[in-house]
């Protein structure tokens, strides 16, 4: 049974920095494509990154750009979402997945196989 569990989630200050992580099992999370997706307030669901098995570097949504940093950790089967200069825009529950697949689109939610339940994130102005 495949598990993601997020964590770091919490209430910040525009400005300020959290850590998000994404503890994975019963996966072969060195093969897995993972992703962050954030669904704001009354929003749909939307690409934040994703970070490939491979070495190819990370991908972003343009409005993350250079605040955020997707890593990984094989050893730990974990993901991490680093994310700096948090904007009240930010504010949203993120959610971490895993794609098995390869060759498909790491942007497109659909292409996910599972999912954590999310954790919200919330930037105060």
């Known amino acids: 049974q495949v598990q993601l569990v997020e964590s770091g989630g919490g209430l910040v200050q525009a400005g300020g920095s959290l850590r998000l992580s994404c503890a994975t099992s019963g996966l072969t999370f060195s093969v897995a494509t993972m992703g962050w997706f954030r669904q704001p307030p009354g929003n749909e669901r939307q690409f934040v990154a994703a970070i490939t098995w491979g070495t190819r570097p990370p991908y972003y949504a343009d409005s993350v750009k250079g605040r955020f940093t997707l890593s990984r950790d094989n050893a730990k089967n974990t993901a991490y979402l680093q994310m700096d200069s948090l904007k009240p825009e930010d504010t949203a529950v993120y959610y971490c997945?895993?794609?098995?697949?390869?060759?498909?689109?790491?942007?497109?939610?659909?292409?996910?196989?599972?999912w954590g339940q999310g954790t919200q994130v919330t930037v105060s102005s």
């Open positions: 997945a895993a794609l098995v697949k390869q060759g498909v689109a790491v942007r497109e939610m659909s292409e996910y196989d599972y």
